[in-house]
């Protein structure tokens, strides 16, 4: 059968220079323009195309094209680059052909000058909705392409083209080394490349469900509901076998601590080094309803970078509203922290929080009382404990108020013999290592202890020789102000925390201040300043605990104590399923309470925000 030819009329005028080279160079890119057929071919010279096409007027864009854009498109495509890889090859064997062209038969080498045009020309544009396929891409490319020259022809006064005229048709597939890595993902043409894996897996993605149908779709979303589909690869959570669930109970335990619950292997999912960072804190409030407008200061300081993993607070002559204190720490901690336990006795209150990560390793929290001043109806003098296992490292912390007074030292020093014998501790939780254990004395039968509170101990010598070391430099002289304290002296005897350790201090004494004011006490008493507020810590094994910060917060000053905290990091070994755990509990109504809190608080502060600026009235300060 003949070949069809074109019948068009003859243009008036003479060619415009420079339509030739253009018409040559747009058939030499689209040799598919006009395929081969069965009946004898015709040729179509330029001379004919000048003779058959009629002048058309150029319409010009709806929107104007910005010769910027234009570049920054060009650029873009000079920049992607078509791989070519054996990988590639054998992954287009797989699939079979595009979906854009089904049936076409797969050649083996492109077409001449396509890969040139493709870095050449702008992006593609595609109708909003159209599926995404090879046919698609590539027919809206050339179109694209011989729309551009067009208008760069008619624009500078040369006869049309032969692309105006010309039937669009669909170029056929194209080979696999012109495939690029984003298109075969989108289309599917590889399924499972091994280096696309190795990639998703460096950057920790997650596949994303939500993406509009201008989007590509995840590559992480799969077609096919296999069994290697359920594997956590792009998870942080480790996978979870399912032989290792048929074959035990988690909830009666193994003994062997490298398969248990508590054991190695969960530990070092959360803490590699195996170590832990606690805060712990100590604050006599004197009582006072008032309390601070902000709590960052104490449980966030400044020098800290990060969080830490558990927070431990401790309060003498505490405010009336237990309930609100608590909600104040909850409110400055935020919703990372849960409350895994909080006792009190009398005016001592103590509370301990966790991230809510960690509350799953811990065991049953228990805790135990000691009053060292039985004739008074308020207990304001005596302990409070609280013990614990988490993983396979036991925990005690002491919070004591010891009795006051500069010269009643024998009083403090049978408080402390009191509190370690009559503290009944640990109760139902087993202990960790009974052999090294005491009847007489509670802080042998945990491996990591923290006692902190007011101990009342003062720095003997008198005020004044006091202020002549606090007057001149202040830093300089602690050591000569640490040479006067009582609690050393008596530990250096041994009549006092047999066993424990506190870092070295470099802040100025805590008590007593004139509330609201960083003088001391300016009262007729007057009273000596002195280191009353420690932080005492005892390990069961050597160098489990490595103080990292001990200081005071001064910037505190409703009670005539300042808080004094430590910053710690405690050594974590793996455990076993034999305590009664926790479960995850902890005070939720505490930890709503303490959200709302923290929102209220944002949505007043942007209000106040946007009211300022919307303000008209300019201050000049």
Known sequence: MPSTSVTMSHAEGPPQPG?????????????????????????????????????????????????????????????????????????????????????????????????????????????????????????????TSLDLLHREASAAGAAPRLASVLPPRLLPTTDQSVSLDSLRMADKVDPDPEDFRRRVQKKLMRAHSSLGPSRPRSPLACDSCSLRSAKSSFSLLAPIRTKDVRSRSYLEGSLLASGALLGADELARYFPDRSVAVFVATWNMQGQKELPPNLDELLLPAEADYAQDMYVIGVQEGCSDRREWET???????????????????????????????????????????????????????????????????????TSHFTSGEGKVAERLLDYTRTIQALALPKSVPDTNPYRSSPADVTTRFDDVFWFGDFNFRLSGGRAAVEALLLPKLEANVSALLQHDQLLREMRRGAVFKGFQEPDIHFLPSYKFDV???????????????????????????????????????SIRTSDHRPVYGLFRVRVRPGRDNIPLAAGKFDRDLYLLGIKRRISKEIQRQQVLGSHNSSTVCAVS
């Open 328 to 398: 104040r720490l909850q409110e400055t901690l935020g919703p990372h922290y849960v409350l895994l336990h909080s006792a009190a006795h009398g005016v001592l209150y103590l509370s301990i929080f966790l991230r809510r990560d960690l509350i799953w390793f811990c065991s049953e929290v228990e805790c135990s009382t000691v009053t060292t001043r039985i004739v008074s109806h308020i207990k304001t003098k005596g302990a409070l404990g609280v013990g614990f296992t988490f993983f396979g490292t036991s925990f005690l912390f002491i």
């Open 19 to 143: 339509g030739a080279m253009l018409k040559g160079q747009l058939l030499a890119q689209s040799p598919t323009a006009l395929p081969p057929t069965g009946g004898p071919e015709k040729s179509l010279s330029l001379e004919d195309t000048q003779a058959v096409v009629k002048p058309l007027m150029p319409t010009p864009p709806a929107r104007p094209r910005l010769e910027r854009a234009l570049s920054l498109d060009e650029k873009g495509w000079r920049r992607r680059r078509f791989r070519t890889s054996q990988e590639d090859s054998l992954g287009q064997d797989k699939a079979g052909p595009c979906r854009g062209t089904p049936g076409a038969p797969a050649r083996s080498g492109s077409p001449p000058g396509l890969s040139t045009s493709l870095q050449e020309l702008p992006k593609s544009r595609r109708a909003p909705g159209s599926p995404s396929s090879w046919g698609n891409c590539f027919s809206g490319v050339i179109s």
């Open 516 to 554: 609201g004011k960083d003088t001391y006490d300016s009262t007729s008493k007057q009273r000596t300043p002195s280191y009353t507020d420690r932080v005492m810590y005892r390990n069961r094994h050597q160098e489990d605990i490595c103080p990292v910060r001990y200081s005071s917060c001064s």
